[in-house]
């Protein structure tokens, strides 16, 4: 067991799920603000809203305090969708300890700086280590017991072997890279491609398409994340192209999801009422598409996503669009 006090924020699937895997290691305690959900994990170790078949360990305790769960911690991780995260962390920020390292879970880009996460941690908390655990994880099937494999990313390789320790247990493997900037951005970018890809699943379309739409984007993805500076080879590893996959053939994925229904004909704001969970892919298009043109990387399966969640297109007129493109070479040269 590792001496670390891990504090959790945010009490919904992944964090809820990724407690649960602390706890097989090192003291941890989730902060979540719903009082129903904190009496729920506590007392009947579940949390039926976002993990309805999982039993959590009874050694996680959850508190809706944040100066209870921040202020002993020696490792902060954050599970809040991205939309609430600089919030929260101006929430904590008065009981964090100084130095601490504090790890992402989050896939998503805040709208209007269009930042990662781990800027925006930067931004508040400055001077306190940073990383993101990312991968194709999807909760539900890790609760289940199946096995899985993740990346801690951080710069420096003598905190991330330490923090490596804590996420890491027998069915849930978790490797290490340097390069945070790639392995956030595949976390991000991935969702908009598997919109698109379920957008196809939803129109009817077959396993060559659904293989082509993703192999593209990954492609576009990797583009984008290269002139951002994250590397290439990141995005061929866990962080990208498996995350990819997981999130682009899963019925589990809320991305996925968003995508088959919008394949079906549905408005974007019927699918999200119907939704208990997040779906990041549908709040970082713009920003996508935005930093896109601010990089000068030509994004069409992105660009395409975004007019279908913006109204202007069809998810059938988007996808015939797109087989309308020109067809280049498929590797460009510099
Ligand atoms: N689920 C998964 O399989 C994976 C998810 N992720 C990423 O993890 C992040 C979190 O997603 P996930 O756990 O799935 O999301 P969920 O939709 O399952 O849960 C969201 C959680 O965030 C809480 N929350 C929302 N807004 C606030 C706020 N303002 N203050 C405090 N708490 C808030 C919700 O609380 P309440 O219940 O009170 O509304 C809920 O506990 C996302 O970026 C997602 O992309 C990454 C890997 C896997
Ligand atoms: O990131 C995920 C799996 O790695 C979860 O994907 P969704 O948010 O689409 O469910």
């Known amino acids: 067991m ?25 003291d941890v305690s989730l902060w979540a603000r719903s009082k129903e959900t904190v009496t729920e994990i506590n007392k009947r170790h579940t949390n039926k809203k976002y993990l309805p078949d999982a039993v959590l360990p009874s050694n996680l305790v959850a508190h809706t305090d944040l100066r209870a769960v921040v202020s002993v911690a020696d490792v902060l991780v954050m599970g809040v969708p991205s939309n609430s995260f600089r919030d929260v ?115 009817g379309a077959g ?10 984007g990954l492609a576009e993805i990797t583009r984008l994340g290269v002139a951002m500076g994250g590397r290439a080879e990141t995005f061929s590893g866990l962080t990208g192209m498996g995350d990819m996959l997981a999130t682009c ?41 935005k930093l896109a043109a601010r990089y000068g990387v030509e994004m069409p399966i992105a660009h395409d996503v975004h007019e279908v969640i913006a109204g202007r297109r069809t998810a059938e007129q988007a996808f015939y669009g797109l087989l309308k493109r020109k067809v280049g070479a498929e590797i460009e040269s510099d």
């Open 2 to 26: 590792s001496k670390l006090k891990v504090g959790l924020i945010g009490g919904g699937s992944w964090g809820t799920a990724v407690a649960s895997l602390i706890a097989k290691n090192t």
């Open 89 to 203: 962390l101006k929430q904590l920020r008065p009981f964090v300890r100084p130095w601490i390292p504090i790890i992402s879970l989050t896939k998503g880009l805040e709208s209007g700086t269009d930042l990662r996460m781990t800027e925006v941690i930067q931004g508040e908390l400055p001077g306190h280590p940073v990383g993101v655990l990312t991968g194709p994880n999807l909760a539900r099937e890790i609760m289940a017991g199946q096995a899985a494999a993740s990346v801690i990313a951080m710069v420096d390789d003598i905190i991330v072997q330490e923090l490596q320790k804590i996420f890491n247990s027998g069915l849930f493997r978790v490797y290490t890279n340097d390069d945070v900037i790639g392995c956030e951005l595949g976390g991000v970018l991935k969702n908009i491609i598997a919109i698109a890809v379920g957008m196809g699943i939803g129109l």
């Open 207 to 216: 396993d060559n398409t659904r293989s082509a739409l993703i192999t593209r």
């Open 249 to 289: 053939i899963s019925a589990q994925s809320r991305n996925h999801h968003v995508g088959v229904e919008l394949g079906k004909g549905r408005h974007i704001e019927d699918i999200i009422n119907d939704m208990v969970m997040v779906a990041e892919g549908v709040k970082s298009a713009p920003t996508v598409v």
